[in-house]
């Protein structure tokens, strides 16, 4: 059975957590938390970072340092994790969504424009598969009418718009360490801070609305409640763990990428003359090899190759039920159809991936779409 995702562990994490616990301090902010930090802000020059225990968590305190307020308007793609959408849902805000691209599941910028009002207070663009969104005309959508943007980067650890790091472009950027993604730490995320204006209240709201983090500075003599908060800091033992994934980092990517490099090598020439489509990598964007999908002509044809593969112990799945379809967004909102965003949820299939994948196990699976292919078509 080739699995679709295995969680890899360099063998380091054990040593790092070991080293937390005989320091005797484990809590939030330690000395592992640092290292992570300064990892963040050293190599992809990231203003301000702040792990927290989940992506949803940093969305979550986005939504709270933005002063999402009920009502406001918060505009981001259908096609994504609920997550991306509930931390501005929880503090009351209506969900407009956008389209995503003909040609990719990201947001579609010319959809965000159709969709501003007066009450619009964020856009939240997610780069799906990490890769990049279209930051340059999102950006300057944003700026003309003043909306702050986040970036959804919870897959997208590594990878670049232009050369520019993903994380860095909106107002803030959330990354995700779930297993599930690049690099883990079983559950963990991290919010980047690009405006200096947020950075403050951004601790205090971390640390359960006191200035903690600053009294520990040695900035304040005592530290008290200041504003609203929540418990968003990770245990030191996640960021000791994380910290040697992110050592790690090099040889995790050259891996997953020799991998995605292999699965298109196989499959473009093969699915030229099929009704199958690879992804789409625009121009301004880096490929992390967070993903390998393919994107069926039909639901049933997808519906058909998946349970082929399973049939022959490859585990593959497809993703994102159309968050507009939902029905919890059916019972609270009323929105447009959105086609793209349907067209992915039925039609988007994705490929094992995942560090320990042999190369031959991806010329197997190659092999047996290829031959998949070339059945249907007899
Ligand atoms: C994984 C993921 C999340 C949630 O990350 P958690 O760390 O599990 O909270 C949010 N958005 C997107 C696009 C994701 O892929």
Redesign the pocket.
Known sequence: MIPFNKPYFHGSELVHITEALTSGKISGDGYFTKKCHDFFEHRYGFKKVLLTT??????EMAAILIDIQPFDEVIAPSY??V??VNAFALRGAKIVFADSCDDHPNIDPAQIEKLITPNTKAIVV?H?AGVACDMDSIMEIANRFNIPVVE?A??AIDSFYNGVPLGSIGTFG?F???E??NIIAG???MLVINDDRYINRAEIIREKGTNRTSFFRGEVAKYGWVDIGSSFLPSDIIAAFLFAQLQNIEKIQTKRKAIWQRYYERLSTALVESDISLPNMPAYATNNAHMFYLVCKTLEQRTSLISYLKGLSVNVVFHYLSLHNSQFYIDNYDGDALIYSDNYSDCLVRLPMFYELELEQVDFICDKIIEYIVDIDI
């Open positions: 989940s992506c949803t968590d940093a969305l994504t994790f997550s991306t997610v799906y959804d919870a897959q959330t995700s360490f779930h599930t993604k559950e963990g995320g």
